[in-house]
């Protein structure tokens, strides 16, 4: 079943952009190794004029949502999620650190089954189409173990400038504490209606984030980190667009 109500296929329209550019701008900075995620990702997050774009309001784009609808409350919690995003990047500087040891305690191709298994999960969401989204799913799947791959081989890096290990925990609270608990006062679990159906898939993305890696860092994020948080916000992006298109 897709969206009837144009107002909020215009908003799940808008959270599928940033999810997938997201995604894009990760990919764009690959993991330089398994231990690390690339600082570069942060970087051009900061500075992309699509992100910038992100923040504006309904009526820069000749929409005008009533108060207090519920497009209106979806698109009050895309708003805090894109800018709350975006500050938890600005605030962790991405960390130096020249490293002689460092354990890696996950082996990265063990991982690629749990990722893909939550980018199914998060997809499944999304009602229509059953076999374009199982299609979507294994696309996913094949998406994820090839990055897992080429990730895992280039081993090791033991210096350099890369992602800050304390932004995990911060967007993790920017899943759950600013997004998905204003999105289930608003919406619990169950409610059938187009603003419901949306909410599940963000639902199920805004635990992914939440469920990621944040203890293993020191000082950097690994690599799992950030694979696993481009693969939730390219399925969300996935599952949103099959739902408003």
Known sequence: MQINNKDIAYVTNRYAQLFQRIAELSDGAKPPGRNAANGWFREHLLTDSQIHKCGRVPIDDGVNLKP??????????YLTFEKKT?????????????????????SLPDLIDAIAAVSEKIISAATGNLEGLAQAAASAKSSIDALVKDVDAKGLVYHGRHMNG?????MAAVAIRDTLVPLDKHFPAGTNSDAGRITEILRKTMRAIEAQNSRSFDPWLDAE???????AMSAGAVALKAMSN
């Open 68 to 77: 207090s609808s519920d497009a209106d409350h979806l698109f009050q919690c």
């Open 86 to 106: 975006y500050d938890a990047f600005l605030h962790h500087d991405n960390a130096y650190g020249d490293i002689r040891i460092r354990i890696v305690w996950n």
């Open 166 to 170: 304390w932004l995990a925990s911060s």
């Open 225 to 231: 980190w950030q694979i696993a948080f481009q693969s």
